[in-house]
């Protein structure tokens, strides 16, 4: 093999590349279990095939779960948002299905604890972070992330311009306050 061909294969993983034809294909569950595989392999977390298998398979279990959710499967669908969650602990989008799919199951108490949840919001235009509880299932406006209260607006300065680029992280998944 020549030297550019060895250079070339150097940093490719077949089992993420299969993977991403899995997850391309809508076929989620295979992808998934080969994701899952290269977070074994790699368990680097400054290799770019495992930041990146880990970035897929959260959303490739997120994705399973709204298909099984269209499907009224809320059980298996609530296992695949949970799993996304450890994948992708900042897609707070996730904490919605979660508490819908514990309502549809019956888990009344559940479904109400994740509203528990405490988020860090952080403004990334000055850094400035607030803690936050969720409260509602909003926001209900296209392209919003999350409403704040004016309290907690005021403490990332962003009272003015109404809106702002954030990050959200979870602190404190559900529970008791």
Do not use: W
């Not at 959303?59 to 099984?68: F, K, P, T, V």
């Not at 309290?151 to 809106?163: L, R, Y």
Request: hydrophobic letters at 40%.
């Amino acid at each position: 093999m020549t030297f550019l061909k060895r250079l070339f294969y150097l940093g490719k993983d077949t089992s993420y590349e299969k993977a991403m034809i899995f997850y391309n294909k809508n076929m989620y569950k295979e992808a998934i279990g080969l994701f899952e595989e290269t977070l074994e392999r790699k368990p680097s977390t400054s290799s770019l095939h495992h930041n990146l298998a880990r970035v897929y398979c959260g959303q490739a279990h997120r994705n399973l779960g709204i298909m099984l959710f269209a499907t009224s499967n809320f059980s298996s669908a609530l296992k695949e948002f949970q799993a996304s969650l450890r994948f992708s602990p900042e897609n707070i989008e996730i904490l919605y299905f979660i508490g819908v799919c514990q309502n549809n199951l019956g888990e009344f108490e559940d479904a109400i604890e994740i509203f528990n949840t405490i988020l860090e919001v952080e403004n990334l235009s000055n850094n400035k972070k607030v803690k936050v509880r969720i409260n509602d299932r909003g926001p209900f406006k296209p392209g919003r992330i999350i409403d704040l209260s004016y309290a907690a607006a005021k403490k990332i300065d962003m009272i003015k311009s109404g809106t702002a680029k954030i990050r959200a992280r979870i602190i404190k998944l559900g529970g008791k306050p």
